[in-house]
């Protein structure tokens, strides 16, 4: 752990904070709950269970200690409902919003909707924040900001033609959150995930995201499919390094309102190093991938430059891709039934 991060935990565990959640039940978010709580912190978490899963919820309440648990509460409700933001907000110092809905693909067919939640929901969040007086705003941006660019690795100031509605509401989220900065004096602080992962992301379903939908796969006995030729490439990241960018970003005295960061390990993985990794850990009997078409607003290439985030916020982190995988295999193969 970096001196930077450790002295974060020891203060936030010396001063506890009071703390919302947005997206609660995710996976992101039930990871920064989790961590929030084992430091004492004491956590409102906000869901309505679109894509998050009760399952998540559970699996904190047996991890943690009754005396954490006390110290979180619960609100299943809509960010696009502005009474419900409100009602999270109450009494929160810190704001860390990871609700959305992901996938690009899930944008793609049904671009009203993702709008409707990632950007007005967005907006109701940020208009709550501010009505009840947060200090700082953490919201989870995207890589999926740099669209086409073919600047490597990707630098959070050089940006591409965006390729999908996905993306376009992750770089509205930024673009609103400097206007909010600026004209009520908010402080906004975007981090731009890089294909998180880890345990308890949703492995099932026509949006899961590559990892535990092929570790699933690998684990159930069935092949797996690489869309494109497999030399596609992204900067996978643990979700533990997710969760130390977060608490850094919004616990830094550092002024960095208006901000965005990379979020990753800055690396670069193809999808077919991905598998076989994947495949050795998950399987006693390797098999092939099959592969398909590219799919429609994917891109090609992804890695991060994290210059930025390692020196303002003292992010290093501390979870490498293979271990990474070994973990979530691990996890994936003890939770059975509990997911
Ligand atoms: N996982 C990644 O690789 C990745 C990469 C880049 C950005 N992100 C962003 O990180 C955040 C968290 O992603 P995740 O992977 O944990 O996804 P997730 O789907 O597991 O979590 C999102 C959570 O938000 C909740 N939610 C959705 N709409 C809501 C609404 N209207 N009101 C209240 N809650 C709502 C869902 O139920 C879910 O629990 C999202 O903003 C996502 O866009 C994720």
Redesign the pocket.
């Known amino acids: 752990m970096s001196d930077r991060y450790a002295t974060c935990l020891a203060a936030l565990r010396a001063q506890p904070l009071h703390w919302l959640v947005?997206?609660?039940?995710?996976?992101?978010?039930?990871h920064l709950v989790e961590t929030l709580l084992r430091y004492d912190q004491f956590v409102c978490g906000?869901?309505?269970?679109?894509?998050?899963?009760r399952e998540?919820l559970e699996a904190l309440a047996r991890s943690l200690s009754p005396e954490h648990i006390a110290r979180f509460r619960f609100i299943e409700?809509?960010?696009?409902d502005p009474a419900c933001c409100l009602e999270a907000a109450k009494g929160a110092q810190l704001i860390l919003?990871?609700?959305?809905?992901?996938s690009v693909s899930r944008s793609v067919k049904d671009p009203v909707l993702s709008n409707r939640?990632?950007v007005e929901?967005f907006l109701q969040l940020l208009l709550a924040a501010r009505a009840c007086g947060v200090r700082r705003v953490v919201?989870?941006?995207?890589?999926?900001v740099y669209g086409d660019t073919s600047h490597f690795p990707m630098v959070e100031h050089i940006l591409g033609s965006l390729q999908s509605p996905?993306a376009t509401t992750?770089r509205f989220n930024e673009l609103y959150a400097q206007v909010f900065c600026r004209l009520y004096g908010m402080d906004l602080v975007g981090l731009?995930?890089?294909?998180?992962?880890g345990p308890r992301?949703?492995p099932e379903g026509e949006y899961a995201?590559v990892i535990p939908r092929w570790i699933h796969s690998r684990l159930g006995g069935q092949q797996c499919t690489i869309f494109g030729d497999g030399t596609t490439s992204r900067d996978f990241?643990y979700v533990d390094n997710v969760v130390q960018a977060n608490l850094l970003a919004a616990t830094t005295p550092a002024n960095i309102t208006g901000e965005v960061f990379n979020i990753a390990l800055g690396g670069e993985t193809s999808l077919i190093d991905l598998y076989s990794m994947i495949d050795s850990a998950s399987s006693t009997n390797p098999a092939d991938p099959r592969f398909t078409n590219f799919r429609p607003g994917d891109i090609h290439r992804s890695r991060a430059d994290i210059s930025k985030a390692s020196k303002t916020l003292g992010y290093h982190p501390a979870v490498l891709v293979a271990d990474g995988i070994r973990r979530t295999v691990e996890y994936f193969k003890t939770s059975g039934s509990k997911r």
């Open positions: 947005t997206g609660a039940a995710g996976f992101i978010g039930s906000l869901d309505n269970f679109s894509t998050g899963r998540n409700g809509d960010i696009l919003h990871e609700a959305a809905l992901g939640v990632n929901g919201y989870a941006s995207s890589s999926s996905y992750k731009r995930y890089f294909n998180v992962f992301q949703n995201a990241c």
